[in-house]
Antibody, heavy 118, light 107 residues
Framework: EVQLVESGGGLVQPGGSLRLSCVGSGFTFSSYWMSWIRQAPGKRPEWVANIEQVGSETHYVDSVKGRFSISRDNDKKSLFLQMNSLRVEDTALYYC???????????WGQGTLVAVSS | YELTQPPSVSVSPGQTARITCSGDALPKKYAYWYQHKSGQAPELVIYEDDKRPSGIPERFSGSSSGTMATLTISGAQVEDEGEFYCYSTDISGNQRVFGGGTRLTVL
C-alpha cells in the first residue's frame, strides 16, 4: 500500500522559515517524480513544486520561486520542502504527492499545516 | 489558466450525480478527478478523462467532450459525499491547475 506521511508544519512569523518532510512507503520511491501541493483555507489546491527521480531537475510555481527549495533523499525515501521568507499568503495545508505517468498525482499524503502569522 | 466547477451538487441516494469541469485546453489535455473527504488524503478517482484506478467503484466514471469534462457517479451513496476537484494543465503543459472544487451531498 502506497503511503505518504508529511511532517514539519507549524506556526511561524512572516519572514521565517520551515522545512517540511515527507516519507514514502509501499513503492519504489526513487522511481517517481514527487510534488508538493498546497491548499489554503477556502481555496482550490495549488501545485507548488516538483522534483525528478534523482533530484537533478526541479520546477516551481512562480509565487514561491527564490523562496522555496524542493529536495529529496532516496536512501531515506524522503521528500523535503525548505520554505524561506514565508508570507501570510503561504498559510495552507501542504501535501506531498507522487506523480503518476502523464503529468498528474496518483497518491497524496494527508498533509501538514503551515500557518504564517504575527 | 482556469478550470471551472459548480460549487455544489446534491442528489438523493441511488441517483446519478454529475459534476462538470470546464477549461479551454480540455479538448487537448486530459482531465483528472480527485475525491477529498475531510481529514483524509485526496484520492484519484478518474485519470486521463475516463479511466478508473484499481479499487475505485464502478459507479464512478468520467467523460470529456470539447471544453468540458464530466465526472458521473451512478447510484451515488452516502459515503461518496465530499469535495471533488478536477485537475489538468494548460495547453503548453506549464500550468498545472485544479478546479475550484464541487461539494457533493448525498441525502
Amino acid at each position: 500500500e502506497v503511503q505518504l506521511v508529511e511532517s514539519g508544519g507549524g506556526l511561524v512569523q512572516p519572514g521565517g522559515s520551515l522545512r517540511l518532510s515527507c516519507v514514502g512507503s509501499g513503492f519504489t520511491f526513487s522511481s517517481y517524480w514527487m510534488s508538493w501541493i498546497r491548499q489554503a483555507p477556502g481555496k482550490r489546491p495549488e501545485w507548488v513544486a516538483n522534483i525528478e527521480q534523482v533530484g537533478s531537475e526541479t520546477h516551481y510555481v512562480d509565487s514561491v520561486k527564490g523562496r522555496f527549495s524542493i529536495s529529496r533523499d532516496n536512501d531515506k525515501k524522503s521528500l523535503f520542502l525548505q520554505m524561506n521568507s514565508l508570507r501570510v499568503e503561504d498559510t495552507a495545508l501542504y501535501y506531498c504527492a507522487r506523480e503518476g505517468h502523464g503529468d498528474h498525482f496518483d497518491y497524496w499524503g494527508q498533509g501538514t499545516l503551515v500557518a504564517v502569522s504575527s | 489558466y482556469e478550470l471551472t466547477q459548480p460549487p455544489s451538487v446534491s442528489v438523493s441516494p441511488g441517483q446519478t450525480a454529475r459534476i462538470t469541469c470546464s477549461g479551454d485546453a480540455l479538448p487537448k489535455k486530459y482531465a483528472y478527478w480527485y475525491q477529498h473527504k475531510s481529514g483524509q488524503a485526496p484520492e484519484l478517482v478518474i485519470y486521463e478523462d475516463d479511466k478508473r484506478p484499481s479499487g475505485i467503484p464502478e459507479r464512478f466514471s468520467g467523460s470529456s467532450s470539447g471544453t468540458m469534462a464530466t465526472l458521473t457517479i451512478s447510484g451515488a451513496q452516502v459515503e461518496d459525499e465530499g469535495e471533488f476537484y478536477c485537475y489538468s494543465t494548460d495547453i503548453s503543459g506549464n500550468q498545472r491547475v485544479f478546479g475550484g472544487g464541487t461539494r457533493l451531498t448525498v441525502l
